[in-house]
């Protein structure tokens, strides 16, 4: 699968990403040529994510699923890229898993990826269409060392990957969508109803930490909205490209 360049220019705290590293699966995947790089920060003008995260500790594990929406490309462009992972708010690095819902080329694509930000992403084929239930899993091991899992309920496949990062540090947990593309806030691809379920955290429900939240917005403009959290569970709607 060709690859295609994920660039972030906030001049803020980075969030978001993942690396590297040898796949526990036999599949060999295809290196980006670039990140999944967004910049979450407490006082940002210009939301790139939305979607909640966990902050004020360390954390071990962090474990979500979500449905793979239909995506409008009719008159819409851009990529949607839900995921869960480890750092990324209080840290410059990530180590994350997800999916890219893509309208870049005027049809519906998606496409699986692994990263532990700042190494770029790694994208490995496997079938994913509307409709799917993901689940990822994100543990930190020990060691700087990261297991990474992504399965596909629907279709019955399971992906996972061990891969370290020296720097990275386990002071966040989120699940999160993003906009990915060149800009400050790139162009979000339109997508149908988002949910976000059984989001756990080192085995309990996401709302039982501290967490902080976030919309897409551009400016003045929200593309997308983020739910209420309800204890493991929340939504996020596209409003905007």
Not at 70 to 77: F, H, K, S
């Amino acid at each position: 699968m060709t690859a295609r360049p994920h660039t972030r220019t906030l001049a803020l705290l980075v969030t978001t990403a993942v690396g590297l590293a040898t796949a526990l699966s036999a599949a060999t995947p295809a290196a980006a040529t670039a990140s999944h790089r967004s910049d979450h920060t407490r006082r940002h003008a210009d939301n790139i994510w939305g979607g909640y995260i966990t902050y004020g500790s360390t954390f071990t594990t962090i474990s979500g699923t979500w449905n793979i929406p239909a995506l409008d490309c009719t008159n819409n462009r851009g990529i949607a890229s839900p995921w869960v992972g480890l750092d990324g708010w209080d840290s410059d690095t990530v180590e994350q898993i997800g999916v890219d819902l893509d309208c870049t080329t005027g049809r519906a694509q998606y496409n699986t990826w692994v990263e532990m930000y700042p190494q770029d992403s790694i994208y490995f084929a496997e079938p994913v269409q509307a409709g799917d239930s993901m689940t990822g899993t994100v543990t930190d091991e020990g060691g700087h060392w990261y297991t990474l899992t992504l399965s596909d309920t629907t279709q019955g496949w399971t992906k996972s990957f061990r891969k370290y990062l020296a720097t990275a540090t386990s002071v966040n947990a989120e699940a999160i969508i993003e906009p990915i593309g060149s800009g400050s806030v790139p162009t979000l691809a339109k997508f149908g109803p988002l949910q976000f379920t059984g989001v756990t955290v080192d085995g309990r429900p996401i709302g039982d930490y501290a967490t902080h939240s976030s919309t897409v917005t551009r400016r003045t403009t929200t593309l997308a909205t983020t739910g209420t959290l309800k204890s493991d569970a929340f939504p996020v709607t596209w409003r905007h490209s």
